[in-house]
Nanobody, 127 residues
Framework: QVQLVESGGGSVQAGGSLRLSCVAS????????MGWFRQAPGKEREGVAA???????SYANSVKGRFTISKDNAKNTLYLQMNSLKPEDTAMYYC?????????????????????WGQGTQVTVSS
């Protein structure tokens, strides 16, 4: 498994930006599939953005065009650039990692498919 530590959350006004970071430790980081998830109080955890081992990315419709996922293999770090934030983006954000298998496109936003999780970082967007 990979150990993950998120940072970068905070409180911003609607329309603002934040960049989340997730530092990974462990071997084979470059071949790991990773994703950003979020969970608001009383709601299920949902996938926001995902990136496969080759760098292909995928986004939930709710964040497409506003969020960008990227990773720096040299720094073992995953990022989520969040622009044009909305109050409905308020949630605890988690990064997750998995060694993959099967068709990534089918499971990329399924929390149960990821075997490593960070502790989360809170994002609060006020109107």
């Amino acid at each position: 498994q990979v150990q993950l530590v998120e940072s970068g959350g905070g409180s911003v006004q609607a329309g603002g930006s934040l960049r989340l970071s997730c530092v990974a430790s462990g071997s084979r980081y470059s071949s790991t599939y990773m994703g950003w998830f979020r969970q608001a109080p009383g709601k299920e955890r949902e996938g926001v953005a995902a990136i496969d081992s080759d760098g292909s990315t995928s986004y939930a419709n709710s964040v497409k065009g506003r969020f960008t996922i990227s990773k720096d293999n040299a720094k073992n770090t995953l990022y989520l650039q969040m622009n044009s934030l909305k109050p409905e983006d308020t949630a605890m954000y988690y990064c997750a990692a998995d060694n993959g298998g099967g068709s990534w496109y089918l499971w990329r936003f399924s929390p149960r498919e990821y075997n490593s999780w960070g502790q989360g970082t809170q994002v609060t967007v006020s109107s």
